[in-house]
């Protein structure tokens, strides 16, 4: 069984910087990519940035220039620094990883709250 666990979020003023952190444990496949989602009150679920494995990184406009992902594939870990967080930044972020045959997992997912 595949367990992704998420770790750094927190209340944080605007302005400010968090770096999340994802590790899978587990029977852990190889995975074709993984990434970061949000999902603040209200709103639908939303890409926020993903890296493949040995591809180029996808990054959402919001948070271009702001976030950077990186991972560590002898790990199966994904980051995510984030600066200069906004207040719309604020949601639940969750750890995502594809494998090769498309099949998802997802972390349980971590608060993330940006005061103005």
């Known amino acids: 069984q595949v367990q992704l666990v998420e770790s750094g979020g927190g209340l944080v003023q605007a302005g400010g910087s968090l770096r999340l952190s994802c590790a899978a444990s587990g029977s852990t496949p190889s995975f074709y990519a993984m990434g970061w989602y949000r999902q603040a009150p209200g709103k639908q679920r939303e890409l926020v940035a993903i890296i493949p494995r040995g591809g180029s990184t996808n990054v959402a406009e919001s948070v271009k220039g702001r976030f950077t992902i990186s991972g560590d594939n002898a790990k199966n870990s994904v980051y995510l620094q984030m600066n200069s967080l906004k207040p719309e930044d604020t949601a639940v972020y969750y750890c995502?990883?594809?494998?090769?045959?498309?099949?998802?997992?997802w972390g349980q997912g971590t608060q993330v709250t940006v005061s103005s």
């Open positions: 995502n990883a594809v494998t090769w045959s498309a099949i998802q997992y």
